[in-house]
């Protein structure tokens, strides 16, 4: 020991310039902060770019256009990546220039990488990096071969194939526009090489920039050695300069994703209708029916379904839950647990084993416990459903005075009934039932009826004499001469309720 071997072990630093305007985007939001599948365009870069290199690489991110957008979301995704910024964007080669005139102590390989071309695999850059230190060069740059090269840098090449330089494709000639290996935009670097051609930049071109690409002809020039390594994905070399480029990039990734989960034993019934964040997880056996988008920090158990028609994200859908026509943010939905079909679950919405929640509900911060259904037509919001207990049909949990909210408790085994309102902050015991169409204002101990409705009176007759001659009239005087004269006016009906009829539909009532 006490060898110290971290002089011998070439260090790597990232570079991601990040500081162009993407003009074609025609947006408020910079270019490489747009959305795709889960993250960002640059996010995909770095993850991909970190994930190649290993964590020890310093990043260096180059900002400018929108710089307090793009250093607000590296703080989020990448905390420890450091920012330079290019205060006019003068072309790639001056934001590389930027950071070797703010960093002493460049060695090593440096990997520079645009970023704008978010599908670039960990594996390719890996091999990137690699080709470049096995060879010893000063530059190894990664190329494709593309079908369509427009608008990229083309790879020229001399008569025994070795790189001579990259000419973009506004300063090309039609021979050179002919060619179809380009330049991905990503290279490595000798530190030292680098840093003395970046010197020697000019800006006699089209755009009157310093291109970063003429670095490779001045070190071939100089007989330095400078190789090409070839993407073996020519979609992992795709730009995206305007959204119409964006939403081909999204289909690519959606495809690549969704190949990925069903080689993994995941069912997904319409690939081109399923829509998987790269940050999601799903079980073996899980399958995802037509039309389904799971976003963000979701994951999907085992033997799971969901969809058709859903949305679910930053959730968790525990094994063999089944999840139909939904809407689900930030929830917990527990092995076996059934949402929908139309249910709507907001944040904190956590359902255990085999809960219920069905048709037409909306859920926000509720415990719904073991095997408790709501199934039709409610309102759950702030409250705790206790195991086994039963909501009855159109409930409203009235959380909200107007300035707070309040919780309401529901015990264990517990049924509610129909078209309730529980005006919280109340409590309903273990074993309670409530009477149909009752508000709950007060709480009900364990194993009590509550009732807390008008009791119903009818008054007889009503319609024949206030609506003589309508309809409902005929129809009332035909029914009393079959049935012969009727009991006391203003009679009301026995009260509390006591049928189990009056406490509504029950959960497996299907
Ligand atoms: C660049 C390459 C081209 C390559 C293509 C791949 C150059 C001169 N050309 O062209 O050979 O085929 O990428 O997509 O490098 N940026 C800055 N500061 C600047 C200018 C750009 O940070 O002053 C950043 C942009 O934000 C972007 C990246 O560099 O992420 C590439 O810039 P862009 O203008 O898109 O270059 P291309 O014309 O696509
Ligand atoms: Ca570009």
Redesign the pocket.
Same mark, same amino acid.
């Given at each position: 020991m006490g060898v110290d071997q971290a002089d011998s072990i070439p260090s790597r630093t990232l570079i =991601? !310039? *990040?500081?162009? #305007?993407?003009k074609r985007m025609k947006s408020a939001l910079p270019?490489?902060l747009h959305p795709l599948l889960g993250r960002t365009v640059l996010g995909h870069v770095l993850t991909a770019a970190r994930q190649g290199l290993g964590a020890d690489c310093q990043v260096m991110v180059? =900002? @400018? &256009?929108g710089a307090d957008q793009v250093r607000g979301h590296l703080a989020e995704i990448a905390p420890d990546a450091r920012s330079v910024v290019?205060a #006019?964007?003068? @072309?790639? @080669? &001056? *934001?590389v220039r930027m950071v070797t005139e703010s960093v002493d102590d460049l060695r090593g390989s440096v990997v520079v990488v $645009?970023?704008?071309?978010p599908l670039v695999r960990p594996a390719t850059l890996v091999g990137l990096v690699e080709a470049h230190e096995a060879a010893g060069a000063a530059a190894t740059i990664l190329t494709a071969q593309v079908p369509n090269p427009s608008?990229?840098?083309r790879i020229l090449r001399g008569a025994t194939g070795a790189v001579q330089r990259?000419v973009?494709e506004r300063d090309a000639t039609a021979d050179e526009r002919a060619i179809r290996e380009?330049? *991905?935009?990503a290279y490595v670097f000798d530190a030292a090489s680098l840093r003395q051609m970046l010197g020697k930049l000019g800006s006699d071109n089209d755009q009157g #920039?310093e291109? !970063?690409?003429?670095v490779v002809g001045l070190l071939v020039a100089d007989g330095y050695p400078v190789q090409a390594h070839q993407a073996v994905d020519p979609t992992e070399?795709l @730009?995206c $300069?305007d959204r119409a480029e964006l939403a081909v990039l999204r289909a690519v990734l959606r495809d690549r994703i969704n190949l990925e989960w069903m080689r993994s034993g995941v069912s997904i019934i319409d690939p081109a209708t399923t829509w998987i964040d790269v940050t999601v997880t799903l079980g073996r056996d899980a399958v995802v029916e037509p039309n389904t988008h799971l976003r963000g920090a979701t994951s999907v158990g085992e033997g799971a379904v969901v969809g058709p028609d859903t949305t679910i994200a930053d959730s968790v859908v525990a094994d063999g839950a089944v999840v139909v026509r939904a809407h689900v943010l930030g929830a917990e939905i527990g092995p076996q647990a059934q949402v929908g079909p139309y249910a709507y679950l907001r944040p904190d919405s956590r359902l255990a084993a085999k809960a219920k929640v069905g048709t037409f509900v909306e859920t926000k911060k509720a415990e719904i416990g073991a095997g408790a259904k709501v199934p039709h037509l409610s309102y759950v919001g702030d409250a705790t459903i206790g195991e086994g207990t039963n909501i009855g049909a159109a409930t409203v949990f009235v959380n909200y005075d107007g300035v707070n909210k309040h919780r309401t408790t529901i015990g264990s085994h517990a049924r509610t009934g129909a078209d309730n309102m529980f005006v919280a902050p109340v409590s309903v015991g273990d074993g309670a039932y409530t009477a149909a169409g009752s508000i709950i204002t007060r709480d009900v101990p364990a194993g009590a009826l509550g009732v807390g409705r008008a009791p119903q009176r009818n008054v007889d007759d009503w319609v024949p004499r206030k609506r003589p001659g309508t309809a409902s009239a005929e129809a009332a005087m035909a029914a009393k001469a079959v049935d012969g004269p009727e009991a006391t006016v203003d009679s009301e009906v026995s009260h509390p309720a006591t049928t189990s009829a009056e406490v509504g539909p029950r959960s497996d009532e299907e």
């Open positions: =991601v !310039l *990040a500081a162009g #305007e993407g270019k490489v180059v =900002v @400018g &256009h290019q #006019e964007q003068r @072309g790639t @080669g &001056h *934001a $645009n970023g704008d071309f608008g990229m840098g990259i973009e380009i330049n *991905a935009g #920039e291109y !970063l690409t003429d070399v @730009g $300069n």
